[in-house]
């Protein structure tokens, strides 16, 4: 998925950079065209970023997200119990899951 979107930014910047060049030989940069530019150059660098981000990963990446509904109460032991463990409160509940 990254590396497709990776390649349609790489192929919009060159047809982007086509037209400026072209537009910059009779003379006439469309300020618009300078500013898709810029923004496509900047999606461009931050999908690099997430690709290299995720290549370096070694734990899993956390794509899921449930809603849990407790009561105050609940909810302060969970938060003790994590704490007396040393660690933070969704990888407690994520340990109970798994065990």
Known sequence: MEEQRIRELE????????QSIEGAKMGAVSPTLHREL???RQELK???RVRAMDAK???PKF???IGVRLTEDEYQ???KKAAESGVELSTY???LLKN
């Open 46 to 48: 931050v999908v690099r």
């Open 63 to 65: 794509t899921r997200q």
């Open 11 to 18: 192929e919009k910047e060159q047809a982007l950079m086509i």
């Open 38 to 40: 810029a923004e496509v």
């Open 57 to 59: 990963r070694v734990d």
């Open 77 to 79: 032991e969970l938060t």
């Open 93 to 95: 509940i994520r340990n």
